[in-house]
């Protein structure tokens, strides 16, 4: 270790860190642009000089490594100076474009101006113009003139992307960030350069002018897109989710996330598709329905069936109260035997950056918490014969579009009964004989299990109709805070979904069980009692970083609750 | 109040004024003066009062060339200590970008201060000379993109005042 001091602070520091990073690991903010945690370091922004004992200049603190005993000034005149020059440089051209600019509120150029800048200009010759609509790939827009040079993107496309397509033209004011001839910045990490670039020069060509980052709350969850589970960000308007960003956890997946992820897991959770309240069929008909005859009509059709005849499908993309409440009812108030999950494993489509073959978020957590079958020769294979040879007559699925696969159709027309827990109208419900309207991972609060065997936590960010944003602890904006009945801006969408975990208490209460389950809270408490891997957590310990899940003990069987 | 419920006076009135007479001569003189002065009550709302450029009445979008100069940037709305201006913006094939598709006051919530014109970095939101505002219910006070344009000729008084005071 080696002694070093800044700013009269003296800390006890790896001499293997450079002084931004021993700044940064002791909560001593040193400014800067082009330096990221995870890229290499290219020392060109100037903005980190600092003064370092005994050396004749200023040194730039991202590339000067520690020494036994070096002292360093972050706030003394001399680099007071050079860094109101620094911002003095890199303003001349800047264009005035904050008011247009989708970085405006979250730009680290506009933070510095405030904070490290003279806060007026000298220069009144002409900017120089550059183009400012350039498409770099299918998902992330350039503004050349807003480009400070960092080079940020061109390593992150480099280093962590892996596709070096980024370079620089031309020289001094005319510097010019482009692709190389026939090629584009597309990526699937692509938009993570929006992120990193502390400028608005990239900007998400999805978010592109959609609302302003102080116009939104933001809570932090975890993307439901594959089982890495890359703990992000969720913006939400009007109780409509805006964009996702990730949120840094190098357990995870450090500073990334993939396009897809950010794209695609939130567009069907603002649908106008989406079920809002319970279904039943009658006449052939899928009809509105309240919760209470939804349930009751559910337990009672449940019932007409012996305990071998119904099978119950558990559902990788629901938390793991959810799938526990649910095979608890199954198991103890159904005495269902078949019980399992479909998986969605895309062969080969994974990467050794975050990306995982398998597609839903929690189907380490669905096994863990029991939805697996006891034998095989209870699992899905199983289940899918029995429905065809008639030994099975009811399903029920928790919130998974098993008919999307032709083949699995095809099976379940043989059935009398179908069950399912849905987000919007699909192939399942259009079979099925009652829906219920579940909350999705934007709704509610739960955990998934990634497949690390991290337990991490989702948070609601969208309210449901029974749901309020100040007394459940939302996530506000100013709009949430001050609508009152009569503004517009506070009456986005909200539908009648319900958690699963939730509608399958009630149905095991119509059943005959005693209900006691109030919030998932108490659904993961019962889980820490009953599932050894997850002995000694609690919501408050799993936190926003998560929790590994503790070592399988020896034969895990199945969760036979009783 | 003193001790035995008598009223003490601050001030005592002196002779002159507890003869009352002199003050009411006074009153009756200023009264008279006034009479050859010229007239400046408007019998409202039979007449209808003009109100000079520095007037702060409702605030109105100014539209030059066809478009608004609003560029969509939501200061005025963050601004607005009365949240009444929620603005959306799109993206547009002109210079400037961005466009607000969606502009609405509410002008039961607008409190006139002004702040909304200070803040815009186009002079596209000002303050017009527009002070009479019906409305029969809330709806009708939210006002969209428009009741709130209004061409650049039309709010030339305001706009000069602004270049000059500003
Ligand atoms: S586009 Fe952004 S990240 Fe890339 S060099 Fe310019 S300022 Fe840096
Ligand atoms: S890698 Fe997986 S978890 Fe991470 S952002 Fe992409 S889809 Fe979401
Ligand atoms: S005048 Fe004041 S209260 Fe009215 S819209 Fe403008 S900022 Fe809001
Ligand atoms: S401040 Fe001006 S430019 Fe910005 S949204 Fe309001 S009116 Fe439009």
């Given at each position: 270790m080696a002694k070093l001091t800044i700013d009269e602070r003296v800390l006890d520091v790896d001499p293997q860190l450079t002084v931004i990073q021993a700044a940064a690991a002791n909560g001593i903010e040193i400014p800067h642009f082009c330096w990221h945690p995870k890229l290499s370091v290219a020392g060109n922004c100037r903005m980190c000089l600092v003064e370092v004992e005994?050396?004749?200049?200023?040194?730039?603190?991202?590339?000067?490594?520690?020494?036994?005993?070096?002292?360093?000034?972050?706030?003394?005149?001399?680099?007071?100076?050079?860094?109101?020059?620094?911002?003095?440089?890199?303003?001349?051209?800047?264009?005035?474009?904050?008011?247009?600019?989708?970085?405006?509120?979250?730009?680290?150029?506009?933070?510095y101006a405030y904070k490290y800048s003279i806060g007026y200009s000298r220069f009144d010759e002409d900017k120089v113009h550059k183009p400012k609509r350039v498409e770099l790939g299918p998902r992330v827009l350039l503004d050349v003139?807003?480009?400070?040079?960092?080079?940020?993107?061109?390593?992150?496309?480099?280093?962590?992307?892996?596709?070096?397509?980024?370079?620089?033209?031309?020289?001094?004011?005319?510097?010019?960030?482009?692709?190389?001839?026939?090629?584009?910045?597309?990526?699937?990490?692509?938009?993570?350069?929006?992120?990193?670039c502390p400028v608005g020069a990239l900007t998400s060509r999805d978010f592109r002018f959609k609302s302003r980052v102080w116009e939104m709350s933001s809570t932090d969850t975890i993307c439901a897109g594959c089982s890495r589970g890359c703990n992000m960000n969720m913006w939400v308007r009007n109780n409509e989710i805006l964009r996702l960003t990730p949120r840094h956890n190098e357990d995870v997946n450090s500073y990334w996330m993939c396009d897809d992820g950010r794209l695609k897991t939130f567009p069907w959770v603002n649908s106008p598709r989406r079920l809002s309240g319970p279904l039943v069929r009658k006449d052939g008909q899928l009809l509105e329905t309240g919760w209470d005859e939804a349930i009751a009509k559910a337990a009672t059709d449940l019932r007409l069936f012996r305990k071998g005849e119904v099978a119950a499908i558990g559902s990788p993309f629901a938390t793991n109260e959810d799938n526990y409440a649910f095979q608890k009812v199954m198991r103890e108030n159904l005495g269902v035997k078949f019980l399992d999950f479909v998986e969605h494993i895309v062969d080969g489509d994974e990467d050794d950056l975050l990306i995982r073959a398998d597609k839903t978020p929690n189907a380490r957590g669905a096994r863990a918490v029991g939805v697996r079958p006891a034998s095989p020769s209870e699992?899905?294979?199983?289940?899918?014969?029995?429905?065809?040879?008639g030994s099975i007559k009811a399903l029920y699925v928790l919130e998974d579009n098993i008919a999307s696969d032709p083949k699995i159709r095809e099976v379940l027309t043989n059935l009398d009964l179908l069950i399912v827990h849905a987000h919007e109208r699909n192939e399942t419900t259009e079979m099925a004989d009652v829906v219920f309207s579940a909350s999705t991972y934007a709704e509610k609060h739960g955990t998934f299990v990634n497949f690390q065997g991290r337990v991490q936590r989702i948070r609601a960010a969208i309210a449901t109709l029974e749901q309020d944003r100040a007394l459940d602890g939302f996530a506000m904006s100013r709009w949430d805070k001050f609508a009152s009945q009569n503004d517009k801006w506070g009456k986005g969408p909200r539908r009648d979904a319900r958690p699963s975990w939730r509608i399958v208490t009630a149905l095991g209460a119509a059943l005959g069980a005693k209900a006691k389950f109030q919030t998932s809270e108490d659904v993961f408490?019962?889980?820490?009692?009953?599932?050894?891997?997850?002995?000694?957590?609690?919501?408050?310990?799993?936190g926003i970083r998560g929790h590994m899940l503790a070592a399988r003990q020896a034969a895990a069987k199945p969760v036979s609750v009783t | 109040m003193g001790s035995n419920g008598q009223i003490i006076r601050k001030k005592d009135l002196?002779?002159?004024?507890?003869?009352?007479?002199?003050?009411?001569?006074?009153?009756?003189?200023?009264?008279?003066?006034?009479?050859?002065?010229?007239?400046?009550?408007?019998?409202?709302?039979e007449e209808r009062f003009t109100p000079p450029a520095q007037f702060?009445?409702?605030?109105?979008?100014?539209?030059?060339?066809?478009?608004?100069?609003?560029?969509?940037?939501?200061?005025?709305?963050?601004?607005?200590p009365a949240l009444a201006i929620e603005v959306q913006a799109s993206e547009t094939e002109l210079a400037k970008e961005r466009f607000p598709i969606k502009f609405e006051i509410n002008m039961v919530r607008c409190i006139f201060c002004g702040f909304c014109e200070e803040v815009c970095p186009e002079e596209a939101i000002i303050m017009?000379?527009?002070?009479?505002?019906?409305?029969?219910?809330?709806?009708?006070?939210?006002?969209?993109?428009?009741?709130l344009l209004k061409s650049a000729a039309e709010m030339h008084d305001r706009l000069e005042f602004l270049r000059q005071h500003r």
């Open positions: 005994k050396m004749p200049k200023l040194a730039i603190a991202c590339a000067t490594q520690v020494a036994e005993g070096m002292v360093v000034r972050t706030k003394s005149d001399r680099v007071i100076k050079a860094r109101n020059a620094v911002m003095e440089f890199l303003l001349i051209n800047h264009p005035l474009d904050c008011p247009i600019c989708d970085e405006a509120g979250e730009c680290k150029l506009q933070d003139e807003r480009c400070i040079m960092c080079s940020r993107c061109v390593r992150f496309a480099d280093e962590v992307a892996r596709q070096p397509v980024l370079t620089f033209t031309q020289r001094g004011t005319h510097v010019v960030l482009t692709t190389f001839p026939e090629t584009q910045l597309d990526n699937r990490y692509s938009m993570n350069v929006v992120e990193i699992g899905l294979p199983a289940i899918l014969k029995g429905i065809s040879g408490r019962e889980i820490t009692e009953r599932v050894p891997e997850f002995k000694g957590l609690t919501f408050m310990s799993v | 002196n002779f002159w004024d507890r003869l009352y007479i002199p003050e009411i001569l006074k009153g009756l003189v200023l009264t008279f003066r006034q009479m050859f002065k010229p007239e400046i009550t408007v019998q409202f709302p702060r009445g409702r605030p109105v979008l100014v539209e030059e060339n066809g478009v608004e100069r609003c560029v969509a940037c939501g200061l005025c709305s963050r601004v607005c017009s000379n527009e002070y009479l505002l019906v409305f029969n219910n809330q709806q009708e006070a939210v006002f969209g993109k428009d009741k």
